[in-house]
């Protein structure tokens, strides 16, 4: 199964996206700002950036809130926020599914109440909505998860079987210009081991700069894309240009 993106989903926020993931995982992002914000929350030189993370079902807890803390940051480090004082900038994230095994054992197995599985996917849908927003940013970023099975062996996008049985899991964020924006890990590991998969990570994400042959929509990195769902909604905005 290939990734499946849209933008635009929503007509009555500035900016939306969906974003499902190979391993059955659904999101629905939704971004609105600059708008006014309360007065406790006011910054006098930048804007507040505003983060809900709503689960598959029942109420957010205590890994929403965990989830919402390290988006707000990631976001902060790649939005022009200094252009919007005194303002807000609001992230809305709906969980729309999960794989079907994470609903059966997800209440008794510790690492599929892991926040990790979930974070590339909920970074992934935030940044295209905040494309669609056009709310200026430095760069683009994109998210994977890694899980260490052993040592010589890894997965991504790892189904729930995997992350189970896997001696690690590693989240990694990279921008459009080869930055590290977030590494979050659980487990044993290796520096060694560490390497391999920030090189995996980055490949997954970025694309290998070795690669000159033309892929196909699976084989793709997820900068690629993200870049291809742009150009296609582009595309599609400026017909009226040429009828």
């Not at 494309?131 to 040592?151: E, G, H, W």
Request: with cysteine; proline share 5%.
């Amino acid at each position: 199964m290939a990734i499946q993106t849209s933008l635009h989903p929503l007509s009555r926020a500035d900016g939306s996206a969906t974003y499902a993931s190979p391993n059955g995982c659904s999101v629905l992002a939704a971004v609105n700002g600059p708008v006014e914000v309360q007065r406790r929350d006011e910054l006098p030189e930048e804007a507040h950036i505003e983060v809900n993370v709503r689960p598959y079902d029942g109420v957010g807890q205590v890994k929403e809130r965990h989830l919402e803390v390290i988006i707000a940051n990631t976001l902060r480090d790649v939005v022009h926020l200094e252009m919007f004082p005194r303002q807000m900038v609001q992230l809305t994230i709906q969980v729309l599914k999960v794989p079907v095994d994470d609903k059966a054992i997800g209440r008794t197995n510790p690492q599929a109440e892991s926040y990790l599985p979930m974070l590339p996917w909920l970074l992934n849908a935030a940044c295209l909505a905040l494309i669609d927003a056009a709310i200026p940013m430095r760069c683009t970023f994109t998210s994977t998860i890694v899980a260490l099975m052993s040592k010589t062996s890894t997965r991504d996008h790892p189904t729930i079987a995997e992350l189970n049985a896997a001696k690690s899991l590693h989240v990694l964020t990279f921008s459009s210009k080869d930055e590290v924006l977030l590494a979050e890990s659980e487990g044993r590991f290796s520096m060694d081991e560490w390497d391999a998969i920030e090189e995996k990570a980055k490949i997954i994400c970025l694309g290998s700069p070795d690669a000159m042959i033309e892929k196909g929509e699976e084989d793709k990195s997820l900068q690629q894309h993200m870049r291809s769902v742009i150009a296609e909604k582009v595309t599609v905005d400026e017909r009226w240009r040429n009828g």
